[in-house]
């Protein structure tokens, strides 16, 4: 089985430790996605700048 990757620190496996979820402004609570640390206004737009439709290609 495939181990994922931290996503705060590339050098290190997932081990679970849960602090990727996080609130960036109030450490004592998890993200519940509210977007208050993104200053979303009245709309937002993701730009995508690919789409993979086959995983091989996506870890080429």
Request: net charge negative; charged share 40%.
């Given at each position: 089985m495939e181990r994922m990757m931290c996503v705060l620190d590339d050098e290190k496996e997932?081990?679970?430790c849960?602090?990727?979820e996080i609130c960036?402004?109030?450490?004592s609570?998890?993200?519940?996605?509210c977007g208050?640390?993104?200053d979303v206004k009245e709309f937002a737009s993701?730009?995508?700048d690919k789409l993979y439709t086959d995983p091989k290609e996506y870890h080429e």
């Open positions: 997932c081990d679970g849960l602090e990727c960036d402004l109030d450490p609570k998890v993200c519940d996605n208050k640390c993104l993701i730009r995508i």
